[in-house]
């Protein structure tokens, strides 16, 4: 695989993952329980691992 494609490919999954994510907070936040707040905290949390491993790559 070419080191272009690799990394359009690891740009759109990291585009669908954030996208997810983000999306799972926002459907979430409208109910109440701890349940739905675990859910939001593990979409948060895969934002914060989605930044994490983006900053690795240019520090």
């Known amino acids: 695989m070419k080191d ?3 990394t359009a490919l690891l740009v759109g999954v990291r585009t ?3 996208a997810a994510c983000v ?3 926002v459907v979430e ?3 109440i329980g701890w ?3 675990g859910i939001m905290l593990l979409a948060l949390a895969g934002l ?3 930044l994490a491993s983006y900053n ?3 520090q």
Do not use: D, E, F
């Open 4 to 6: 272009s494609t690799r």
């Open 16 to 18: 669908l993952v954030a």
């Open 23 to 25: 999306a799972l907070v």
């Open 29 to 31: 936040r409208r109910t």
């Open 35 to 37: 349940g739905h707040l």
């Open 48 to 50: 914060m691992a989605l």
């Open 56 to 58: 690795r790559r240019y």
